[in-house]
C-alpha cells in the first residue's frame, strides 16, 4: 500500500472446468497481476522441461564378454568361441597369433604351436554399439598345447 492506497491490481478469472452454462455456480478466482507472471513462468518451463525429457534416452555401454573350448587338445587345434556380449552389434576378434581378425558373432578359429612347450596367446574381443559408436574390449589368454 502506498499513500494509504493499495496499488496492487487484481484481475478477476473465470475458468470454465466444466460446462456450467446451466449453473449459476461458475468457479471465480483473484489473482494479482505477479501471480499470473508466476503462473505463465513456471507453466512454460515445465512444458520446456517435459519436450527435453521426452528426447532424452538411455545411454548403455556395450558389455564384451566370451568363453572358449577346444583348447584341451594338442596343436593344431579348432577353438571355438562364444560370445557373451551386451548391448553391441559388431563384434571383432583378434586372435593373438598374427592372424586376420575376424567379425563373426561367435567363432571358432585354428590354432598352431611348433614348440616344444605349451603357448599363450592374447584373444581380445571388441564389442560395438553402431548407434552410438561406444565399444568395449575383453582380452583373455588362451593357452595351446604342443604337438604331439
Not at 517435459?50 to 545411454?59: D, E, M, P, R, Y
Not at 592374447?122 to 598345447?145: C, H, M, P, W, Y
Amino acid at each position: 500500500m502506498a499513500n494509504g492506497r493499495n496499488t496492487e491490481q487484481y484481475f478477476h478469472l473465470t475458468f470454465q472446468f466444466c460446462n456450467f452454462a446451466n449453473s449459476k455456480h461458475i468457479p471465480q478466482m483473484r489473482f494479482s497481476i505477479y501471480t499470473m507472471m508466476l503462473i505463465v513462468l513456471l507453466s512454460s518451463c515445465a512444458k520446456e522441461d517435459n519436450a527435453i525429457k521426452s528426447n532424452v534416452g538411455t545411454l548403455t555401454y556395450p558389455i564384451a564378454s566370451f568363453t572358449y573350448s577346444g583348447n584341451e587338445n594338442p596343436a593344431p587345434v579348432t577353438v571355438t568361441f562364444t560370445n557373451a556380449s551386451e548391448y553391441s552389434d559388431a563384434y571383432e576378434w583378434d586372435f593373438g597369433d598374427g592372424s586376420t581378425p575376424s567379425a563373426e558373432f561367435s567363432p571358432t578359429h585354428k590354432y598352431f604351436n611348433p614348440t616344444d612347450l605349451p603357448k599363450s596367446f592374447l584373444v581380445k574381443l571388441t564389442a560395438t554399439d553402431t548407434q552410438s559408436g561406444l565399444s568395449n574390449t575383453r582380452s583373455k589368454s588362451i593357452q595351446i598345447l604342443p604337438a604331439n
